[in-house]
């Protein structure tokens, strides 16, 4: 147990829908990221949040928009859903005070979304 | 941009040591990873190098050399379990970036065969 926790685990839906992904991050973690992982394309960073703040943006689409609250849990918001979106999406959580820290990631279960 | 290449599958047999390389090209390096990941499951750190050279921890070992944009994890006395994808993945800061990003390689998917 990472102690990173996503929620739902699972989640199927049509095209053009909107669905929310959870994820708290593991206690004391300032850091959130999410990732989506597709079968061909492996783990794609998507954006990064640091204490409430946007820090770092991937190959975010623009039909995706996430943020992370005052409690640090985070949100990833996935609208007009297509079907190339069914994928499994990934939240990590890290802790990096400084640039030789380690701050490796520690992922959740992941939430598989499928758009049908 | 980021590029990291790694084989895409690998076999080895129950006992064996097996070596999965990673190359990459980047600027602003600020460390290397490997992660596992079983299938369907979330990636489990594995291990970490910023400096060149080896780190070893039990039956896993990771190298680094960073002039040559490679590392490798090496896999000892290897077990069925082990069968899974193993994910290099590069930290480096872009230019004009204010964070770090780690970005990670497609994976290499090792069985493991008795």
């Known amino acids: 147990d ?7 685990k699972h989640l199927i839906t049509a095209t053009g829908q909107r669905v929310t ?13 999410w990732y989506q992982q597709s079968l ?3 783990l794609q960073f998507l954006i990064q949040y640091y204490n409430g703040e946007e820090r770092a943006k991937g190959n975010i689409l623009e039909r995706f928009s996430a943020q ?6 985070s949100e990833l918001n996935l609208s007009s859903l297509e079907l190339g979106d069914s994928a499994l999406y990934f939240c990590a959580s890290s802790v990096k005070t400084h640039d030789r820290a380690r701050g490796e990631l520690f992922f959740g279960e992941g939430s598989r979304l499928t758009v049908l | 941009g980021q590029n990291i290449d790694q084989p895409t599958e690998m ?4 006992g064996a040591i097996v ?9 602003g390096f600020n460390g290397l990873f490997w992660y596992q990941q079983h299938a369907g499951e979330a990636p489990t750190f594995l291990s970490y190098n910023v400096l060149d050279g ?4 039990g039956r896993f070992s990771s190298f680094l050399s960073r002039s040559k944009g490679y590392s490798y994890l090496l896999l000892k ?4 379990k082990d069968s899974a994808s193993y994910l290099c993945a590069v930290r480096d800061r872009r230019r004009g970036a204010g964070s770090y990003q780690l970005t990670f390689g497609k994976g290499t998917k090792l069985s493991v065969i008795p």
């Open chain 1, 2 to 8: 990472s102690g990173v926790t996503q929620t739902p």
């Open chain 2, 54 to 57: 080896l780190e070893e921890k």
């Open chain 2, 19 to 27: 070596q999965i390389n990673c190359t990459y090209q980047t600027s």
């Open chain 2, 77 to 80: 006395e290897l077990q069925m």
């Open chain 2, 11 to 14: 076999t080895a047999t129950e």
């Open chain 1, 68 to 73: 992370q609250f005052p409690d640090l849990h």
């Open chain 1, 40 to 42: 061909d394309q492996g």
């Open chain 1, 21 to 33: 992904l959870r994820c708290s991050p593991r206690s004391g973690d300032l850091s959130v990221y």
